[in-house]
């Protein structure tokens, strides 16, 4: 069994490193990777003792293209690669403002919202637009968190502030350039029909992208198999993963990303694309 995308609590999951690689190792995983959010800080907090399930490095990177955001797994990099360090330090002090800006319209609109309480929200996790709206909940200025973002929190909101996010290439070079590789992660959110997609994953194998997320929770079985088709007519790896986050995503389980994911395949060929560079 392989899991290739997971988060901890040094981004937006709520268990830490060695909570989840116990619990990869009781439900019997072989491989597991840690992809947290534009972050590294996972693999300075692994327990000391080496875990018996196999942990690939991993990363999770926020994306900008004109249809609107792309999420990049990077698999295999050098966690102290200083470029990579460097960039994503650079993301995360742009996203501390970005908060303090959403908090500031927030309450220019009225909503007693203080980063405070958005900090007691979050608890371990990184502050974030979910904490936003669970604070207007609390409040009762919206009966629910997707109200909240309906009305409030969307990215057509005039209360919402843009990221500061990479761009495709600058993503691919950066996990290149850490030494992994690089594999767009659930391909359905691109929100992109069949043929559309086909013709973007085109441009982007181009521009050095290596794999395919085929195997996640949402895929449908037709899905799967076009992303599967897809990724041996462009040479690309397809890999697997649940995107477990713990209890903020109720329903996703680690280890099921749906459909019979072949395990040895995906990890023999992660390991020669990363190779390569």
């Known amino acids: ?3 290739l995308h997971s988060h901890t609590v040094h981004s937006d999951g709520t268990l830490t490193p060695t909570e989840l690689l116990a619990l990869a190792d009781a439900r019997g995983l072989q491989t597991i990777a840690i992809t947290d959010h534009d972050q590294l800080d996972a693999y300075d907090d692994l327990p000391a003792t080496p875990p018996r399930v196999e942990l690939v490095v991993g990363v999770e ?3 900008t293209w004109p249809r609107g955001n792309l999420h990049l797994l990077g698999y295999h990099i050098d966690p102290a690669n200083p470029a990579l360090r460097a960039t994503l330090r650079d993301l ?10 959403m908090v500031a319209r927030l309450r220019a609109a009225g909503f007693d919202v203080s980063l405070e309480q958005l900090a007691a929200l979050a608890g371990r996790a990184h502050i974030g637009r ?6 207007l909940v609390d409040l009762g200025a919206v009966g629910s968190i997707a109200e909240a973002f309906h009305r409030y929190l ?3 909101s005039p209360l919402y502030v843009p990221r500061r996010d990479l761009s495709f290439a600058e993503g691919i070079e950066l996990i290149h350039g850490a030494g992994g590789a690089a594999v767009l992660a659930h391909p359905a959110q691109t929100r992109l029909g069949e043929r559309d997609l086909a013709d973007a994953v085109v441009r982007w194998a181009r521009d050095g992208l290596d794999g395919l997320e085929v195997w996640y929770p949402s895929h449908t079985p037709r899905q799967r198999r076009a992303y599967r088709d897809l ?3 462009l040479q690309l790896i397809a890999t697997a993963g649940s995107d477990f986050h713990g209890a903020t995503k109720p329903g996703i389980e680690l280890g099921q990303p749906g459909g019979r994911p072949p395990a040895e395949q995906i990890r023999a ?3 020669a694309a990363a190779a390569r560079y």
């Open 61 to 63: 990177l926020s994306l």
């Open 130 to 135: 979910p904490h936003m709206a669970q604070a």
């Open 154 to 156: 969307a990215d057509d």
């Open 231 to 233: 990724a041996r007519r």
């Open 92 to 101: 995360r002090a742009a996203r501390v403002e970005r908060n303090e800006e």
């Open 269 to 271: 060929d992660l390991a």
């Open 1 to 3: 069994m392989v899991d």
